[in-house]
């Protein structure tokens, strides 16, 4: 991402969904229709704890929204059927839910400004595995992943024996 050299590796994950399959059938049908992706590419550490940061307020808003959601059971179950505890228990429980809803939306916004993203491209015939147009890198990156699938593929050609050397036992 930063055109520096990698330090360490990192799993990520691509889809991608027909764009006419949300609004035919909403999430779900999307979920469905979706082409993944999946693969270690090189980071450098100051590019791993970037991509890392946006999930801090998601996971703090998760912990306050269950936190809330918890205070509301507890409330509930102490307080009994008194009007304050039952106001409580509503207040907290609607807090709760308006937390996650509030980490949602910052998970959403957050992490696709963040980071590498990619496009999972159709399976073309005679792949094994369907290519990854990425988005959002340096072009030494790009570079970087190129090179080591050439050497990848090259060392996989040396290590394979040739058919005309079998030996007989």
């Known amino acids: 991402m930063t055109g520096d050299p990698a330090e360490t590796?990192?799993?990520?994950?691509?889809?991608?969904?027909?764009?006419?399959?949300?609004?035919?059938?909403?999430?779900?049908?999307?979920?469905?229709?979706?082409?993944?992706?999946s693969g270690y590419l090189p980071l450098t550490r100051a590019g791993e704890k970037l991509l890392k940061a946006p999930n801090l307020p998601v996971m703090a808003f998760s912990a306050i929204g269950v936190l809330l959601w918890l205070t509301a059971l507890a409330v509930g179950f102490i307080a009994g059927e008194t009007d304050a505890g039952n106001g409580v228990a509503v207040w907290a429980a609607l807090f709760g839910g308006w937390s996650f809803l509030v980490a949602l939306i910052a998970f959403l916004l957050t992490n696709r400004g963040v980071g590498p993203t990619g496009k999972v491209l159709e399976q073309q015939y005679g792949q094994y595995e369907s290519l990854v147009e990425l988005e959002r890198v340096h072009p030494k990156f790009v570079d970087a992943v190129r090179l080591h699938q050439q050497e990848r593929a090259r060392q996989l050609t040396v290590n394979q024996p040739s058919p005309m050397s079998t030996e007989s036992k």
């Open 9 to 37: 590796w990192r799993k990520f994950t691509f889809t991608s969904a027909p764009p006419w399959a949300f609004w035919v059938g909403g999430l779900l049908l999307s979920y469905i229709l979706s082409r993944r992706a």
